[in-house]
């Protein structure tokens, strides 16, 4: 495994002082340290003091006082650095030297826009080290090469010998979101495996890569019609296989942003209505024995806002939003719009539900809210119904109405009846 928490640094080995200043800026803005040599003597020392493990990957220009020719790559990657080779030198004949290295990629200083890439690119190496990649190749010497190459980029690697140990692999370990499979194995081969595993993971959760030999389009258009989102074919080049790779990674992270985006309330990130009911749906399709809803609702919020501005209105409901959360965390919390928020509480009794939200009402009562200098406090009412005759609607209509009654008995207080 290779998700050492310790990997923060980024050694960047840089003799030009105005190239040194945009790349250490890059490797800060990436929530990264950047550690700057300006000579190939410089790293070593700075190394000497250091552990491999400590650096996230380094950035090395191709040509330093003490470094003309490319040493400082070998010498960084030697020392099992992901690295990633800055030049100005755009040859064909440097290019093809510095690819037949084991970096993680070839950045030209062209124009601005590489550094723009190279920005990505740090990002992508940091989020890597939380992504499992799963080979499935029957040949041991295919499998360590691959996920050699994985492991430069930083993925975390896991590997099977067949259709059917790539299935059990993928079982084991949630955070696999690309496979990338061999056809010809023993006992599965990679397209039945395919089939098999779309059985259970969505294209969206689990990208699969098939390999294919040269030649060979049926088999590319075989994998696909399987469920594989990609193929590449034998031979493939470092870079085609580094640009796949990351291409269906990104299309997994973008599906799971909007994903979020879509279940979720964009001030205070708790569950919205819809994904709250998704949730609640599949909680009663197991039948549990013992359910309640509580609407729970800020008093006289209007004043807050008319009081305090708007803005301290949004960050008391982001408060609330997390007190809720905190109280509620082994149940479901959602805001339902507004200043109104609704819990679904399963697998207790109505006199544990009455302790668990009183104390949350307790404590909103009682938190000084501070925004812009000033500190106010307000309170919440909660009508809350465990009456359930497996219609949701109808024990929300009943939790309804007993928040109506605790608003016209003075607020700040629980009806559960
Ligand atoms: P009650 O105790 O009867 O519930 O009184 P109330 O003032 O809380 O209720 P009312 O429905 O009169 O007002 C709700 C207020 O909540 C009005 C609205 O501007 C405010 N509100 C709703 N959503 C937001 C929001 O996202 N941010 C902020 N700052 N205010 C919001
Ligand atoms: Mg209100």
């Known amino acids: 495994m290779n998700d050492s928490p310790m990997q923060q640094k980024v050694l960047v080995i840089e003799d030009s002082p105005t190239s040194m200043k945009v790349l250490c800026h890059l490797v800060t803005k990436a929530g990264l340290e950047p550690i700057a040599a300006s000579t190939l003597s410089q790293a070593k020392q700075i190394f000497a003091s250091s552990y491999p493990e400590e650096y ?71 989020k890597n080290k939380q992504i499992g990649v799963l080979v ?8 360590s090469m691959v996920t050699a190459l994985l492991r430069r980029h930083n993925f975390v690697t896991y590997e099977a010998e067949d259709g059917l140990e790539g299935l059990t692999v993928l079982r084991q370990h949630s955070n696999i979101k690309l496979v990338i499979t061999d056809e010809n194995m023993p006992n599965m081969s990679g397209v039945e495996m395919v089939a098999e595993l779309r059985n259970t993971f969505s294209k969206e959760d689990v990208a699969v890569i098939g390999v294919s030999g040269k030649g060979s389009s049926a088999l590319s258009a075989r994998f ?44 205070t990130n708790l569950p919205n209505r819809r994904h709250f009911f998704t949730r609640v749906n599949a909680n009663l399709k ?29 960050h008391a409901l982001k408060i609330t939003a997390k007190i809720l959360s905190r109280h509620f965390k082994y149940h479901y919390v959602s ?10 509480l399963s697998a207790m009794d109505d006199d544990s539900a009455t302790e668990l939200l009183e104390k949350a009402r307790e404590e909103v009562a009682q938190t000084e809210m501070r925004y812009d200098g000033k500190s106010f406090k307000f309170t919440i009412s909660i009508g809350a119904s465990a009456e359930f005759d497996g219609n949701a609607e109808a024990t929300l209509r009943i939790a309804d109405k007993n928040l109506y009654k605790a608003k016209q008995s003075g607020r700040n207080q629980l009806v559960f009846e």
């Open 56 to 126: 996230l990957c380094a950035l090395v220009d191709y040509n330093l006082p003490d470094a003309e020719d490319g040493q400082a790559i070998d010498y960084a990657i030697q020392a099992f650095i992901p690295t990633v080779v800055i030049t100005g030198r755009l040859d064909e004949r440097t290019r093809d030297r510095v690819l037949s290295k084991d970096v993680v990629d070839y950045i030209p200083k062209e124009n601005a826009q590489v550094y723009d890439y190279l920005s990505r690119l740090l990002q992508r190496l940091e």
């Open 136 to 143: 499935v190749d029957d040949s041991r010497l295919t499998r």
């Open 224 to 267: 696909i019609k399987s469920g594989a989102n990609d193929y590449i074919s034998k031979p493939y080049c470092h870079e085609e296989f580094f640009c796949r790779v990351t291409q269906n990674i990104e299309h997994i992270e973008n599906v799971a942003a909007i994903r979020k985006a879509a279940n979720t309330d964009y001030l």
């Open 286 to 314: 197991m039948a549990p024995q013992w359910v309640c809803f509580a609407i729970i609702d800020i008093d006289n919020f209007k004043v807050v806002n008319d009081t305090y501005g708007h803005e301290a209105g949004d």
């Open 335 to 344: 805001r339902f719009g507004g200043e109104e928020f609704c819990v679904y």
